[in-house]
């Protein structure tokens, strides 16, 4: 087990070595670097950059040097330092940047993921053991509608019906009272009172996915033998579903845990973009529009690993809840 | 088409009708003034400054022995602002937004200093602002320029001429930080120029040829990044300055390799736009960046040590602090307006495009709408490549008659009507009607819409073949075609719009137009590879603030800005590269560096009509209206914003105003 696990972690590095040049080169693709971008953004405020002040941004960002030879710099700081270098467009190291949103990013997805694992599990296991019932039929009707939809037009709805009817605009987490005090027990308050409605906007679509999968899955488990078998013999029905079939309907959504991981900290861009949330999401899309490299990069880099922690994980989780997979694993 | 037109045109007539009957009881505009010292207060007014007050806050601090009493915080001539309604209130926070992370493009002109300024009044005159006199000599090549005796960083500090010394031997003649000397317009005449300091508060520059300009263009020039600069500050950073372990010391913890990326941090010049500048930096502006706390939400609190007072001798600015929040995309911005949660959004975050929007939700956003006129926002130029890289379509685009006849296709009156709801003024790309430049000559050329009178100009130009479909024929066989390369929203709200009509306008004089709507990136990179036949832009510099000193649009003489990207190539690299110009605009060339040395106003005059007048007779660039509107949001509790105005980049956006002695009354 051990040995399996060191293997897993070694293989990392090979991954992300790849990952990392892959995603540098993609960075690199589109014409033009971060000083376009700069420039472009002075010249449409009406400043005009000549010649002379190009020459001294071009060194100050230090893109007098080619690409290869940034990218070597960059992982020699990362590998030597832990230094995931310097984001042009904050002008802030770029751990900073992703730091200082990671603790909100990560408190609307977990909420997010909370919320919709828990009613995505249990309205799959309703529709399943009530097929064709009127709940299910609506169930079903509801979740092809969250699966459809895509979270961001979901939060411009809600954001025109909350205008509408209550003259607010829904944006930001936090009333403004309390946006820039520091922490304390009324702002974590305030926060739980805004955090509902990203939460149940990006949510939805991955409840009524969870929902839609585990009813399938578990609606092949139910008309297995077993199932019949422990009934005929008398298995409480509350007990027999949990303990059997739903452990092993379950496991789909396990191995999805690969890609949760970096959806914690990039999930759902778009709508954090439209309710202007102040979290990762955001930024890492900026940071690609105008190509702040190490910024993007690292981006991606951290994204990268937490997938391939994540599917390891997911490989153990499953180890652990099914048995089957365990004895396989060990006999192979 | 024509007839969709006419029905939006009908629809807004009288959208416009109902929007106007409502704001026609607006009050009578108020400009508001300032006076040089407080003597030239008492002599024009015959009023005295007798006693200066401050804010609660600060006085506070005083109390408690934490700041000097403000008699002593102010210089020995504060500058004295006559407001545009009422001696204001003290407190309150400006909501503001912005829409980059590192860049105060959004609000910067609610805040910067200059060293010297635009009367806001007649929109020419020169005034004192930080520096407080300025004397030439006879020539017109040493200007003595004295900085107002007693002013004080926002740490307290005293400004003197080191900070000049600085700036000019430290960081101008520093090959790391400054690899090639700025060219305009510190290379005027050709060389670098020098500077002598004389006391410590009175400085000389010498330049090679004689400079009339010079203060104008003092106007434009941010003190805190340029001329004046926080030299006790800055020298921590500084490798000549600073020790060689706290600076290594320093580059590790805020990660640069090189010291002048250390130093830039804290230096950077290119404007008063950083918004990554450090906290508490030293700066002589009304707002000091104090606080970010949390991310994205930047916090200004007021300058103690601010130079400028009101009327009754009360310490500016009025308002407190400055939050300033940053906004990921228009759409939310919007939001925020019509929410009511904004008190000011400015000259680049709005566009006449949303007027309608802002306009039905005034009441309940609890804001007003200005109509101001701008000359930046909204104000599309259509400009075709001079120097085009397939030398068939330069012959064809540097024929005069070309572009007569692309200006004469376009019917200017739609699109007023369809773009700016008829409040704008139909025109060719010429100076502002108010401008001293002006005549109406400029503005009539080749502005009337007569799509006869284009065909037979194209015909006449050897165009008259037409293919299948109606296109004329290049004289080499080919379809005369152009494209409009643009960056969509990166240039205004309407552009994709304006560029539809455009390219409707084209076709009916039988040549292939298209739109081609790029990312601001990919534009720009084809843009410097010369590979563009026609983009768009938005026309400022055309005021007598801007168009004296830069006139861009009508001479070429800065890269990547114009119509002619190989000839303000050659310009700019000053013959290294791009491609010599041919003798008319090599006489443009001319005149312009005359309009720069020239110390008569009225021979300055006479030369700038000469510039206008051959663009008027051979347009380089072809405009479609002036006095374009620009919707301000200012929020109701926001005052002393004049009602009406004008904005863009010529007034370095609502700073002409004197946004410090605007306040919030509740």
Redesign the interface.
């Known amino acids: 087990m051990i040995e399996y696990l060191i293997r897993r972690l070694l293989f990392l590095i090979p991954v992300l070595l790849i990952v990392s040049i892959v995603a540098y080169m993609v960075i690199e693709l589109?014409?033009?670097d971060y000083l376009?971008?700069h420039?472009?953004?002075?010249?449409?405020?009406?400043?005009?950059?000549?010649?002379?002040?190009i020459?001294?941004?071009t060194?100050?960002f230090?893109l007098d040097k080619p690409p290869h030879i940034r990218y070597f710099l960059w992982i020699w700081k990362i590998v030597r330092y832990g230094?995931l270098?310097?984001s042009?467009?904050?002008?802030?190291?770029v751990t900073e940047v992703i730091g200082?949103?990671l603790a909100?990013t990560m408190t609307i997805s977990i909420i997010t993921l909370l919320f919709s694992w828990t009613i995505g599990i249990l309205i799959g296991i309703y529709s399943a053991t009530h097929q064709y019932s009127i709940f299910d039929y609506s169930f079903t009707f509801l979740g092809f509608i969250g699966v459809s939809i895509p979270s961001y037009l979901l939060a411009?709805v809600i954001?025109y019906f909350v205008?509408s009817r209550f003259?607010?605009?829904v944006?930001g987490l936090f009333s403004?009272a309390y946006?820039?005090?520091?922490w304390s027990i009324h702002k974590v308050l305030d926060l739980l009172s805004h955090i509902w409605l990203p939460v149940v906007i990006i949510g939805t679509g991955g409840t009524a996915g969870i929902a839609r999968i585990m009813r399938g899955t578990l609606l092949d488990e139910l008309r297995k033998q077993y199932v019949i078998t422990a009934r005929a013999k008398g298995l409480p029905e509350r007990r027999l579903i949990f303990k059997y079939p739903v452990r092993i309907a379950i496991n789909p959504l396990i191995s999805s845990i690969s890609w949760l991981l970096p959806s914690i900290i990039s999930g759902e861009t778009i709508t954090s973009?439209?309710?202007?949330l102040?979290t990762c999401g955001?930024v890492l899309f900026?940071a690609l529009m105008t190509?702040d490299e190490y910024l993007a990069g690292s981006f991606i880099l951290i994204l990268s690993s937490l997938a391939i922690i994540g599917a390891l994980i997911a490989d153990l989780v499953l180890a652990w809840i099914d048995p089957r997979i365990r004895y396989e694993k060990m006999e192979g | 088409m024509k007839g969709y037109y006419r029905l939006i045109v009908l629809m807004l007539v009288v959208l416009s009708l109902i929007i106007g009957s409502t704001t026609s009881f607006a009050q009578k505009p108020g400009i508001p003034g300032q006076y040089n010292t407080l003597a030239d207060y008492e002599k024009a007014t015959g009023k005295k400054i007798t006693k200066f007050n401050e804010a609660p806050s600060l006085a506070e601090l005083v109390k408690a022995g934490k700041l000097p009493p403000v008699e002593q915080r102010l210089p020995k001539n504060p500058i004295v602002i006559e407001p545009t309604e009422e001696i204001g209130k003290y407190g309150g926070t400006l909501r503001l937004l912005r829409m980059a992370p590192e860049s105060f493009v959004s609000n910067y002109d609610l805040f910067v200093e200059r060293a010297l300024r635009i009367n806001a009044r007649d929109r020419k005159t020169i005034e004192p602002n930080v520096i407080e006199s300025w004397k030439r000599n006879t020539a017109g090549t040493e200007y003595t320029l004295k900085i107002r005796e007693g002013i004080r960083w926002s740490d307290g500090t005293p400004v003197t001429t080191e900070d000049v010394r600085f700036w000019y031997e430290d960081i101008l003649n520093n090959k790391d930080l400054t690899p090639v000397f700025p060219r305009r317009p510190w290379s005027h005449g050709g060389k670098p120029f020098t500077c002598e300091i004389i006391d410590k508060y009175t400085f000389k520059i010498k330049f090679a040829r004689p400079f009339g300009t010079f203060p104008l263009w003092l106007s434009r020039i941010d003190v805190g990044n340029n001329i004046i600069v926080p030299s006790h500050a800055l020298k921590r950073y500084h490798i000549k300055y600073a020790k060689k372990e706290d600076l290594e010391r320093l580059m590790k913890e805020y990660k640069y390799e090189q010291w002048f990326q250390l130093f830039a941090r804290f230096s950077d010049n290119a404007g008063p736009w950083d918004a990554t500048k450090e906290v508490n930096w030293p700066t002589l502006q009304p707002w000091v960046v104090t606080e970010r706390p949390s991310p994205g939400v930047i916090i200004l609190e007021r300058n103690p040590y601010y130079w400028k007072i009101d009327t009754a001798g009360n310490q500016l600015p009025y308002i407190d602090k400055l939050r300033i929040e940053l906004v990921n995309q228009v759409e939310t911005a919007n939001m925020k307006i019509i929410a009511g949660e904004l008190d000011y959004v400015g000259q680049h975050d709005v566009s006449i495009a949303y007027y309608p929007i802002y306009k039905k939700h005034e009441k309940d956003g609890n804001y007003r709408v200005l109509l101001w006129e701008g000359t930046m926002t909204d104000k599309y130029v259509l400009e075709v490549n001079l120097t085009h890289p397939d030398p068939v379509m330069r012959k064809i685009i540097q024929n005069p008659l070309f572009r007569r006849a692309l200006s004469l296709a376009i019917n200017r009156e739609e699109i007023n009507q369809v773009l700016y709801f008829g409040l704008a003024k139909p025109s060719a790309a010429t100076v502002v009607p108010w401008s001293v430049y002006y005549e109406e000559k400029f503005a009539k050329a080749y502005a009337q819409y007569d799509p006869k009178t284009a065909n037979k100009l194209l015909d006449s130009m050897g165009l008259q073949k037409r293919d299948k479909e109606g296109f004329r024929l290049r004289p080499d066989g080919k379809r005369l075609s152009i494209v409009i390369t643009h960056a969509g929203t990166r240039v205004g709200a309407a552009t994709a719009k304006f560029a539809d009509m455009i390219v409707d306008y084209w076709k009916a004089i039988g040549i292939d137009t298209k739109q081609n709507q790029v990312d601001e990136q990919l534009w720009w990179a084809k843009l410097q590879a010369n590979e563009l036949d026609c983009w768009i832009w938005h026309m400022d510099r055309t005021t007598d603030m801007l168009f004296p000193i830069d006139p861009i649009w009508f001479v070429p003489i800065q890269q990547w800005h114009g119509h002619a990207p190989l000839w303000e190539r050659w310009y700019e690299t000053q013959g290294a590269q791009g491609e010599k110009p041919p003798e008319n605009i090599m006489r443009l060339y001319d005149i312009y560096h005359k309009m720069q040395e020239t110390l008569s106003e009225k021979e300055r005059v006479r030369l700038g009509k000469m510039l206008l007048d051959a663009n008027a007779r051979d347009p380089q660039i072809i405009g479609v209206a002036t006095d374009v509107p620009v919707p301000l949001i200012v929020s109701n509790r926001l005052r002393n914003v004049p009602e009406k105005g004008v904005i863009g980049w010529d007034t370095w956006g609502i700073s002409l105003y004197h946004p410090e002695h605007f306040f919030i009354k509740e």
């Open positions: 589109p014409p033009g376009t971008t420039i472009m953004r002075l010249r449409a405020a009406g400043t005009h950059v000549a010649e002379d002040e020459a001294r941004l060194r100050m230090g230094d270098g310097l042009f467009q904050w002008n802030k190291p200082e949103r909100l411009l954001m205008y003259g607010l605009a944006t403004p946006a820039d005090a520091p973009i439209v309710l202007n102040p955001p900026r190509q």
